[in-house]
Each structure stands twice: as C-alpha cells, then as structure tokens.
C-alpha cells in the first residue's frame, strides 16, 4: 500500500485549515490529526500538536523530526495573514491566511456550503452540536464531513472528520483547558528575521 508523505509545511496546513480559526473563548488543547486510508481506516498516520485560541486568533504548535515549528493565524487584522516560525533559526514567514478555494470553514463561502444540524453529543464530556458539512473544492468536485461544535467554547469545534476519494481525516482535541491566555503567544518574537516564502505558500 502507498505510504504518506507529507512535509512540513504540509501538515502545518492541514492543521491550520482543521482548526477553530474563530473561537472566541481563550483556551489551550492537544490537537491530533488522523489520516487514513480506504474503508477500514488502513495506513494510518497520526500527527499531534498543541493550540491556543483567543477569538480570531490561533496559535499552533507542532514538532516533527525533532524541529519545533509555530504557526500563527491572525483573523483579526486585514488582511488576515498566518505566521511560520522556524524558533531554531529565528526566521518566519508571511503567507495570506485566505485559503485557495472554498472550505467548510472559510469566509465568505455560504453559497459554496451546507452546514446542516444533527443532533446534541458529548464529546470527551464536552456537549457538543453536531453537523453535517456540504461544500465544493476549489476544482468543483463535491466534499463532505462531520462537526462536533462544544457549546461552552462559542461553538469551536473539537471534533471533525472529512471524507475525500479514500481517504478519511479525523482531527479532534483532548486536553481542553479553558483559561485566559498571554496575547504575545499570538505574535512574532522580537529579532525574528523575515525571510521568503516557497512560491506555492506565497500570496499568488
């Protein structure tokens, strides 16, 4: 069976995309991001991470290979912008925070989606609303998933699943901790060099 790979900058994505980018209430979680393959869920990959989350602000933090890596999506300012940091080097990059096509979660995509309520569950003793999600991707083609949106987080959602072709990604959070959270988790360090972004990451 094809094995993934995925880069970086990939999973950072990925991470971000999944993410509660809106969630008003300040909090911390472990975030895990499960990605399968075929009907029975084989080849599976696990990819952990921490994140913060004050209003329109996210704070994720991921270490693969043994390298720490930031990223920081900034809702809040105009345009909204997301910050990779590289704490080794002391570097970051700039990319545009709109995403190429439409999401399940992205502004201004109302027309595109299909956000459709199922029923009350708890979800590691959160009580959540749950789903169902109906939008086009950026070529057209029809995606679907599940949303589990925890009531006492201003509707953030701590659980989702997606479903494409054969593969199936599951992304949900454990470790909830809801507590007022410092606003320089949410800004570049001071001394952090600028540096390019690869050609596919920078604002086209």
């Known amino acids: 069976m094809k094995d993934y790979k995925y880069s970086g900058f990939v999973i950072l994505w990925m991470a971000l995309l999944f993410s509660p980018h809106y969630a008003q209430a300040d909090y911390s979680a472990d975030q895990f991001i499960t990605i399968s393959r075929g009907e029975f869920g084989g ?12 209003n329109k602000k996210l704070r994720i933090e991921i270490e693969m290979a043994g390298r720490l890596s930031v990223n920081i ?3 809040d300012l105009a345009p909204p912008v997301n910050w990779t940091l590289m704490p080794d080097e002391r570097m970051y990059m700039e990319t545009d925070a709109k995403p190429d096509g439409p999401g399940p979660f992205s502004p201004g995509t109302s027309g595109n989606y299909e956000k459709v309520f199922l029923s009350k569950e708890p979800v590691a003793g959160i009580m959540t609303n749950k789903f169902r999600l109906v939008w086009k991707d950026k070529e057209g083609n029809r995606q679907t998933g599940l949303a589990w949106e925890a009531v006492e987080l201003n509707n953030a959602p701590i659980r989702q ?12 959070l454990a470790n909830i901790k809801t507590k007022k959270l410092n606003p320089t988790l949410f800004e570049i360090p001071a001394g952090y060099k600028k ?4 050609p596919k990451l920078s604002k086209k």
């Open 43 to 54: 080849n599976q990959r696990i990819f952990p991470a921490k994140i913060y989350a004050q």
């Open 73 to 75: 999506a900034r809702g």
């Open 161 to 172: 699943e997606f479903f494409n072709k054969d593969e199936h990604v599951l992304v949900q």
């Open 195 to 198: 540096v390019s972004a690869p």
